[in-house]
């Protein structure tokens, strides 16, 4: 079982930019898809961005294609989401999850550890 522990969210204003860092520790992170997913107020919990292991198949939710872009460091265990133009439709706590595989996939049901979710605020 993973253990996976988000960092970098906060309150930005509207067109600026964070990076959000997922380490992941327990589990053989390097042969695994990896996940970015976020859950706003009153809403389900929507897929953001996955990358495979190796990190040759990336895939987007369409309301962030061209802003965000994950990539991952298999030494460090981290994968990343870099986050530009934000909007405050963006406001949502991030999770980052391991996959099941190493094949990208946008259902959280292909993910099986999650972690504990980081703040993202965009003020307009």
């Known amino acids: 079982q993973a253990q996976l522990e988000e960092s970098g969210g906060g309150l930005v204003q509207a067109g600026g930019s964070l990076r959000l860092s997922c380490a992941a520790s327990?589990?053989?992170?390097?042969?695994?898809?990896m996940g970015w997913f976020r859950q706003a107020p009153g809403k389900e919990r929507e897929f953001v961005a996955a990358i495979s292991w190796p990190d040759s198949d990336l895939h987007y939710a369409d309301s962030v294609k061209g802003r965000f872009t994950i990539s991952r460091d298999n030494a460090a265990n981290t994968v990343y989401l870099q986050m530009n133009n934000l909007k405050p439709e963006d406001t949502a706590v991030y999770y980052c999850?391991?996959?099941?595989?190493?094949?990208?996939?946008?259902?959280?049901?292909?993910?099986?550890?999650w972690g504990q979710g980081t703040q993202v605020t965009v003020s307009s």
């Open positions: 327990g589990r053989t992170f390097s042969l695994y898809a």
């Open positions: 999850a391991v996959g099941h595989s190493r094949y990208s996939s946008s259902r959280s049901a292909d993910f099986a550890s």
